[in-house]
């Protein structure tokens, strides 16, 4: 499968530190995208990185990428307790028709 | 806010029933999805439409059947509800670009949460 890997699966932290999640997979992408997902809810897209892009911001999201490597990480500086949520990882890899969503991290930000 | 709406919210049957979810979104999107998810747990693509009258069968199987007769509506049905189809099923859907060769982001609706008794 080239379905896109978050590491770690699971990140406590207390509000106002940084927290950093991982995404590897396997084959060659168009783009790699982001995901938010609150209890019970949705998943809301939170950023796009193309292939031939390095880095993206968003307000408080750092986004990196390093296609030779075949990652991603995810950045989110200065946490608060309403970032508690499980984020996705999800590739756009050539020859596919639709995305492949990753199993999550799931973060949990203490006040 | 993403305009995609999924009814029921939640539902509770019994085994054996026909079961139909309702999809709906206004942004006039070709492409739409269903998603099966157990809670916590990765997503899993069960369906998917590149729009009118065009179904596919995504990566996990599924007894599900899918219609796509309006641009705005994709709803999924369960023949014969198993205890088996307990989940929560996501509903999305995205743009096409015209000749473009890679995917949009995808715009998920809340979910519909379903136990089979």
Known sequence: ?111 | EADIYQTPRYLVIGTGKKITLECSQTMGHDKMYWYQQDPGMELHLIHYSYGVNSTEKGDLSSESTVSRIRTEHFPLTLESARPSHTSQYLCASSESRPGGSYNQPQHFGDGTRLSIL
């Open chain 1, 1 to 111: 499968s080239q379905q896109g890997e978050e590491d770690p699966q699971a990140l406590s932290i207390q509000e106002g530190e940084n927290a950093t999640m991982n995404c590897s997979y396997k084959t060659s992408i168009n783009n790699l995208q982001w995901y938010r997902q609150n209890s019970g809810r949705g998943l809301v897209h939170l950023i796009l990185i193309r292939s031939n892009e390095r880095e993206k911001h968003s307000g408080r999201l750092r986004v990196t990428l390093d296609t030779s490597k075949k990652s991603s990480s995810l950045l989110i500086t200065a946490s608060r307790a309403a970032d508690t949520a499980s984020y996705f990882c999800a590739t756009d890899a050539s020859g596919y028709s639709t995305l492949t969503f990753g199993k999550g991290t799931m973060l949990l930000v203490s006040p």
